[in-house]
């Protein structure tokens, strides 16, 4: 209640402010913001300590809160950010929380985005491929999801950390995308959305976040028409599984589609045949009917695809919040009013923001309208890729260099 009468209050301050006010109150505060998180990049309090663990996510929330404010990083800010990621990674594949820690799926995620987003070809080619790839089928568990690292949980965290990072690097294969819809499935609830492991309760951060991934399932499980309208009510990233229409679910289709044969032939990066029915005879054999699937491009495609129909959820009305409620005078964002801000809220604030501006969008090419803009145009951010939520360009190129290897 307190929250609700804080929003209140400052709704009520816009509604009855003169024009030239109203507009003031809605504009983003881009040089605060940049300030605040460039700030953070390069000095943190004595407190962070207690994020010991979490270096390269502070490294990924600020470095693509900057890139979405199109903000350009110094040469040397830029390399020691990539000398720093590269003493993260673990001599056996992945990266850890720090220095010296244990390989985790989650820090990978950071990590890999965080390079994707500095985007110099020294920053993409200090990824290690191939050792990646060998720790993530190590994460790999018998009923097709992953654990977050060696003797940790499984979760659909894991899940889509492993297959963003996988798909985003051009490593991802049958071997890896096996069985993971299927148990994404599994974590479906009974009134719709999905939870974070089976028998939990559904969570709107497991479905969007998580299993926002449009490969969600493998779309011969049982799947509740509950799910598929929680999540398109609850998440952001439902309106682009819908507006997509058949086109992401024929990708999700044809990617989770493998069989346990196929599986044993791929190689990352190959074309894969699957079955475009996803769906197997009694006998366990694959039906007949199969297609090819290019897991390099999944990425790519979904972005390709025009939008049919306008947002699902109320992008003015989300624009307004963050604008109103979310941003600190002094710089960065906040969960909501009477909250300190914070480099994980600023960063995703940003990205809710950006999503808001472009979602009625026809295509990926094309600049939102006047219309759908909150405030002056100059609040306008950088597009983000929403599978993976780095900005859009920076994807392009890393798309382009991973496919060239």
């Not at 990083?73 to 990621?85: A, H, P, R, T, Y």
């Amino acid at each position: 209640m307190k929250v609700e009468a804080r929003v209140a209050d400052i709704y009520r301050v816009l509604f009855d402010a003169a024009p030239n006010a109203k507009s003031a109150m809605l504009e983003l505060w881009r040089d605060q913001h940049v300030k605040y998180l460039t700030k953070g990049l390069r000095h943190l309090a004595p407190s962070f300590h207690v994020l010991d663990a979490n270096r390269p996510w502070l490294c990924y929330w600020m470095v693509h809160g900057l890139a979405l404010l199109d903000e350009t990083l110094d040469d040397d800010l830029e390399n020691d950010i990539v000398d720093f990621l590269s003493r993260c990674q673990d001599k056996h594949g992945g990266y850890g929380g720090g220095p010296g820690q244990l390989p985790h799926l989650a820090t990978s995620y950071a990590a890999v985005n965080t390079l994707v987003t500095i985007g110099s070809e020294r920053a993409l080619s200090s990824i290690k491929r191939d050792n990646l790839y060998k720790f993530m089928l190590l994460m790999k568990d018998k009923s097709g999801a992953f654990r977050m690292h060696d003797g940790g949980e499984i979760d659909v965290r894991a899940c889509y950390t492993a297959i963003s990072v996988a798909s985003l690097v051009n490593i991802l294969d049958d071997e890896l995308a096996k069985g993971v819809g299927n148990y994404i499935a599994s974590c479906q609830t009974y009134e719709g959305g999905i939870a974070g492991e089976p028998s939990a309760e559904a969570h709107g951060g497991a479905s969007s976040f998580r299993a926002g991934w449009h490969f969600v399932k493998e779309w011969n499980a049982d799947s509740k028409d509950g799910q598929i309208n929680w999540l398109m009510v609850a998440t952001p990233f439902g309106r682009w599984l819908v507006y997509v229409q058949g086109a992401a679910i024929a990708l999700a289709q044809k990617l989770m589609a493998g069989s346990d044969e196929q599986s044993k032939q791929s190689q990352p990066s190959k074309l894969s045949s699957v079955d475009d029915s996803c769906g197997t005879s009694s006998s366990g054999l694959a039906s007949e009917k199969t297609s090819i699937v290019d897991y390099a491009k999944i990425g790519f495609d979904f972005m390709k695809q025009s939008n049919k129909i306008g947002p699902l959820f109320h992008n003015i009305a989300l624009q307004q919040y963050i604008l109103l409620c979310a941003q600190v005078p002094e710089g960065g964002l906040r969960d909501k009013p009477g909250k300190n801000r914070d480099h994980y809220h600023s960063c995703y604030c940003l990205s809710g923001l950006s999503v808001s501006q472009y979602s009625a969008m026809t295509g990926s090419v094309s600049c939102p309208l006047p219309q759908h803009m909150l405030g002056p145009y100059s609040n306008l951010l950088e597009q983000i890729h929403p599978l993976y939520n780095v900005v859009l360009e920076k994807y392009e190129e890393a798309y382009e260099f991973f496919s060239s290897e």
